[in-house]
């Protein structure tokens, strides 16, 4: 498994897997919004700059006097990293850039020697819930919230702050996405003949399905059987008929799934978390769109979430970044450099025209809030799928 890479925000083209980067000071941020704005249409240049009113002088005192923060991040948040180094020149940001699985054990083993060097983490929910949280290495990110475009809660989906532990303290939700994680081929399936899950276990779908091996981890995986298991029009006897009576085909690679469907091997494919590139391709590829399903579609974040340790070496840089992060400028910042992920901002006071309607959040939308921690644990559909598998 590769290592995590230490990067920088100024320069990508050193070799070698681990990297040491050097930040170099942008002219100015207009030059950051103009290459992140790329992917979807700008906000006004008025609407997306930070003011630097008393409730952040105060946060960039603080932040300057450490002169730096550590943030482990999982994959394609340079653009973030960029943007807050233009910003806060006088502040240097460290990334350590990775797979969840890849970040964890080396924050562990850091700090079983006594080296506390992360700062914050940027990432999905499964890491920082399973291990960070539970382990007790988290503090409570609310109490650092200290600008009013921040802390008004009303600015916010729901007019609240989402989290992803039991407690509502430690792990904040700034992203969500929509999604219905089943793929077809356009060739042979009729996106109008399947309106129900429960669609999917009729006769003539009987071994012409394709799934990611439901026991390996990942976002769709995990938030499907989440929404499988505990969505009140499904639960566990879905999951008998699906896995026991439907003859599935397994892969643990989503590439080989979605070849296989594109050559017509199969007609539908679960957990198909990257078929939207596929269908850029112009492969004979299909993805049911959120809302495409009578029962409604799961929303959590794919990597939107953020959490702060305990004993961080730079607090007070941890709290600008957070501030920062969360702003309205944040967050304009990363929703465009994920919109071809239809990854949302939590925030409501930022467009999202730039994404279909279908993906994007609604008060009226049937969506299972896959995220709470009640909804987490997919052992127990772990559990139903392997003895529908044994008979």
């Known amino acids: 498994m590769p290592a995590p890479k230490h990067c920088s925000v100024g320069n990508r083209n050193i070799p070698g897997v681990v990297k040491k980067l050097i930040m170099k000071r942008p002219a100015t941020l207009l030059v950051l919004v103009v290459i992140v704005a790329s992917v979807a249409p700008p906000l006004e240049a008025a609407e997306i700059s930070t ?12 932040a300057v006097s450490e002169g730096q923060v550590t943030v482990y991040a999982t994959n394609g948040f340079e653009p973030l990293f960029d943007a807050f180094q233009n910003r806060f020149p006088e502040i ?3 990334g350590v ?45 609310e109490p650092l919230f200290a600008v009013a475009e921040v802390t008004d809660k009303s600015k916010w989906f729901q007019g609240q702050f989402h989290y992803a ?19 077809y081929n356009s060739q042979q399936v009729r996106p109008d003949e399947i309106t129900s899950y429960w669609n999917l276990v009729e006769p003539k779908w009987r071994g012409k399905i394709v799934a990611i091996e439901p026991h390996q981890t990942g976002v769709a995986t995990g938030s499907s059987l989440s929404f499988f298991y505990y969505h009140p029009e499904l639960g566990a006897d879905f999951l008998r008929r699906l896995f026991g009576q439907m003859e599935l085909t397994f892969s643990r690679d989503t590439r080989q799934m979605l070849d296989w469907l594109a050559v017509g091997k199969f007609s539908l494919a679960l957990f198909a978390s990257d078929a939207d590139v596929a269908v850029r391709q112009g492969l004979p590829i299909g993805r049911f769109a959120p809302g495409s399903f009578k029962e409604g579609a799961y929303g959590r974040p794919q ?12 607090p007070q840089a941890a709290k600008l970044f957070v501030n920062w992060l969360l ?13 071809d992920d239809y990854s949302l901002s939590v925030r409501e006071d930022l467009s999202k025209d730039h994404i279909p309607a279908a993906y994007r959040l609604g008060r009226g939308k049937n969506f299972f809030p896959a995220y709470r921690p009640e909804y987490i644990d997919t052992k ?11 008979k």
């Not at 499964?126 to 988290?138: A, D, Q, R, W």
């Not at 532990?165 to 793929?183: K, P, Q, S, T, W």
């Open 51 to 62: 003011k630097h009113t008393n409730e952040w002088a105060g946060l960039i005192k603080g």
């Open 92 to 94: 240097k940001l460290n």
């Open 97 to 141: 850039i990775g797979r969840g699985n890849q970040l964890a054990p080396k924050i562990l083993a850091e700090r079983r020697a006594g080296k506390f060097l992360a700062d914050v983490y940027l990432g999905g929910i499964g890491t920082p819930y399973s291990l960070f949280y539970k382990s007790g290495m988290l503090d409570a990110i």
């Open 165 to 183: 532990d039991n407690d509502g303290r430690y792990i904040f939700i700034f992203e969500f996405a929509l999604r219905a994680d089943v793929a």
């Open 303 to 314: 990597r939107g979430t953020v959490s702060v340790f305990n004993r961080a070496p730079h």
């Open 327 to 339: 702003s309205r400028e944040g967050q304009h910042i990363f929703q465009n450099a994920f919109a």
């Open 380 to 390: 127990p559909a772990l559990k139903v799928i392997d003895e529908a598998l044994k």
